[in-house]
């Protein structure tokens, strides 16, 4: 079990460009999420896959945000067109589910966007 | 919509003392889920405790305990005998029960800091 990771650990760019993180989460976890976090706020959710498929977006994903997770294994989460308020730390973070009981999340380091 | 209300911006704490961070929540839910994460600097979030809400007795994980009160809407975390890698953010965080939803909602926070 090496826990749930993320790359790239930062990632610097300019605004309009487009962005890729990849979370791989914890081997046979079901379940991955994916948080924004500001600078004193704590993070707040964004979506959530059941295996390959996308259960619940927020409000706070946008058009320019897509994420994906295809077989069910790692994730991805693309930003195009970015903004500097797109500036943040992502989470992710995975849990498996478990006869039908609520599971808990474990999180990732995280990938911290900077936009120019 | 819930919330989570942690009023304590920042907590000192010297080391081998006690502390009590304080958190608040709402919701109009029976049933539920409350957690503590650890967030230290530049450091991924890890789980400190959870409490299932239709539990009377309150969760410990060895030096740290939760004070539960489900009438109140309220559910601290204490630390005993602090060291000095408990020095952290402290998020306390609200899950509905219903496992369709699986949105963690987070406070914004509690600087811990621990002294020698």
């Known amino acids: 079990d090496t826990g749930v990771s993320q790359n790239p650990r930062h990632k610097i760019t300019k605004r309009g460009q487009n962005v890729t993180f990849r979370c791989d989460p914890i081997?046979?976890?079901?379940?991955l999420y994916w948080y924004r976090q500001t600078l004193g706020q704590g993070p707040e959710f964004l979506t959530y896959?059941?295996?390959?498929?996308?259960?619940?977006k927020s409000r706070l994903l946008s058009d320019r945000f897509s994420a994906e997770r295809p077989k069910g294994s790692f994730s991805t989460l693309e930003i195009q067109r970015t903004e500097q308020g797109d500036s943040a730390m992502y989470l992710c973070?995975?849990?498996?589910?478990?006869?039908?009981?609520?599971?808990?999340?474990?999180f990732g380091p995280g990938t911290r966007l900077t936009v120019l | 919509a819930q919330t989570v209300t942690q009023s304590q911006p920042e907590m000192s704490v010297q080391e081998a003392e006690t502390v009590t961070l304080s958190c608040t929540y709402d919701?109009?839910?029976?049933?539920?889920?409350l957690f503590w994460y650890k967030q230290p600097p530049s450091r991924q979030m890890i789980l400190v405790i959870r409490?299932?809400?239709?539990?009377?007795q309150n969760a410990t994980e060895n030096r740290f305990s939760v004070n539960f009160q489900k009438a109140a809407k309220s559910f601290s975390l204490k630390i005993s005998d602090s060291q000095l890698g408990d020095a952290a953010m402290y998020f306390c965080?609200?899950?509905?029960?219903?496992?369709?939803?699986?949105?963690?909602?987070f406070g914004t926070g509690t600087r811990l800091l621990v002294s020698p």
């Open positions: 973070a995975s849990s498996l589910e478990s006869s039908g009981s609520t599971d808990t999340q474990y």
């Open positions: 965080a609200y899950l509905p029960g219903n496992t369709g939803f699986q949105k963690l909602v």
């Open positions: 919701t109009s839910e029976s049933d539920y889920y």
């Open positions: 896959f059941q295996n390959e498929a996308q259960l619940e």
């Open positions: 409490q299932e809400a239709y539990k009377q």
């Open positions: 081997s046979e976890h079901n379940r």
